[in-house]
């Protein structure tokens, strides 16, 4: 029951966000689609429900992300 919950929430907020697409403007689909994803991360399993504190949020998660480097994972101690 609890997954069929996260599954209306997240289709909820892809429509939302599908929504405020304009009809004959190109879109990036990578970044459009990463930025979906990264809000329907934060609000469902973050749990960040506050307009700021989402800004907030995904300006940290975005700056982590773009600062990870594939290449560190041949460190040893990065592995798992």
């Known amino acids: 029951e609890s ?3 996260y599954g209306e929430r997240i289709k909820t907020l892809a429509q ?3 929504s ?4 004959d403007k190109v879109y990036d689909l990578y970044a459009a ?4 994803t990264l ?3 934060i609000r469902i399993i973050f749990g960040v429900h506050d307009e700021t504190q989402l800004g907030f949020v995904k300006e940290k998660t ?5 600062s990870y480097t ?3 994972m041949f460190l040893p101690l990065l592995r798992n």
């Open 33 to 36: 689609m990463k930025n979906v």
């Open 62 to 66: 975005l700056r982590f992300l773009n």
């Open 3 to 5: 997954m069929r919950l």
């Open 20 to 23: 405020q697409w304009q009809q």
């Open 39 to 41: 809000d329907i991360i």
């Open 70 to 72: 594939p290449s560190l």
């Open 16 to 18: 939302t966000q599908l």
